[in-house]
């Protein structure tokens, strides 16, 4: 009887510990449940109903969807994410890595201060990064890419308003903000590769471009896939620079899929094609970012 009462204590005293655990994480996952979970679940519920926020719900089915994917508006809106994405990503992840790999060369002084300089657009407001870039890319010949442009006797370009001026815009935007965040990252992979392996590669007459291809490269996979994986995310939820650069105008060579959904929502008080589009966009991502991840993963193999 004692042995079984010491049981009984001991069981008691680990419900008691595993209740507090429980009660410790409880926030987290309350929090998440009411501000992640929920209206995730709404909105693939509001897909599929015609609703204005105001008057009662009307289930139509599958004609949110028709809708959206009818739009020419939507299709273009898809193309210039795309394009914004690529021009503003990939020459991103390259320039991190050479970077990256500068800073990490005993031959660059004052690396702290480098290091600080490249991360500081991360944590500067994006708001405040779309109001000044849209002064460097301002249409008028006082512009300062513009003026850049005239040094060499080419015409000026209207940024705002041109098809391609408003994409390199909004994609220098992205590259600039990101650029640092990318680069600390594969910093933190560099200074995890063993030192020996780039000596014995000095000792065997390895050019640096060969060492950046042949041991730089295959070691940071890991870190490839992980930015690969959250720019294509990143990407395709390009929202307040279009927003703020092209000062809410939803103009075709600018918009974006975010930008096209909230429209329909906010301004048009359509949330059942916004909805709609919202879960093409999720379907979307999960199929692009397991093609980046796919092709990253067999980088240095």
């Known amino acids: 009887m004692k042995n079984i009462s010491i049981f009984t204590a001991r069981m008691t005293e680990e419900k008691k510990e595993m209740v507090t655990g429980y009660l410790y994480i409880s926030p987290f996952f309350i929090l998440f449940t009411i501000f992640g979970l929920f209206p995730i679940l709404f909105s693939f519920y509001l897909g599929f109903q015609k609703w204005n926020g105001l008057t009662e719900m009307e289930f139509v089915g599958w004609a949110n969807f028709r809708f959206v994917l009818e739009d020419p508006l939507f299709w273009k809106s898809l193309y210039n994410t795309f394009i914004m994405g690529l021009l503003g990503t990939f020459p991103q992840l390259v320039v991190a890595i050479v970077l990256a790999f500068a800073l990490n060369s005993a031959l660059i002084k004052f690396r702290n201060f480098y290091r600080v300089s490249y991360f500081m657009p991360y944590v500067t407001s994006t708001v405040a990064v779309a109001v000044v870039f849209g002064v460097i890319f301002s249409e008028q010949e ?5 003026v850049i442009l005239s040094w060499f006797h080419l015409d000026p370009v209207n940024w705002t308003t041109s098809e391609w001026g408003v994409k390199f815009a909004i994609a220098a935007m992205v590259f600039w903000r990101w650029v640092g965040y990318n680069t600390i990252i ?5 200074q995890s590769i063993p030192k020996e392996l780039y000596e014995a590669a000095k000792i065997d007459g390895a050019t640096l471009f060969q060492q950046l291809r042949y041991i730089t490269v295959p ?4 870190f490839i896939i992980f930015t690969v994986f959250l720019s294509t995310i990143g990407a395709f939820q390009l929202f307040t620079e279009p927003l703020i650069f092209l000062g809410r105008s939803y103009r075709e060579e600018g918009i974006t899929v975010v930008l096209y959904l909230w429209r329909e929502a906010f301004v048009n008080l359509s949330f059942g094609p916004a909805s709609a589009t919202a879960i093409l966009l999720f379907f979307i991502i999960i199929i692009f970012s397991s093609v ?5 993963n067999r980088i240095g193999r």
């Open 219 to 222: 070691m940071l996979r890991p």
């Open 142 to 146: 006082s512009g300062l890419i513009n």
């Open 292 to 296: 980046n991840v796919f092709l990253a």
């Open 186 to 190: 594969y910093l933190a992979g560099l």
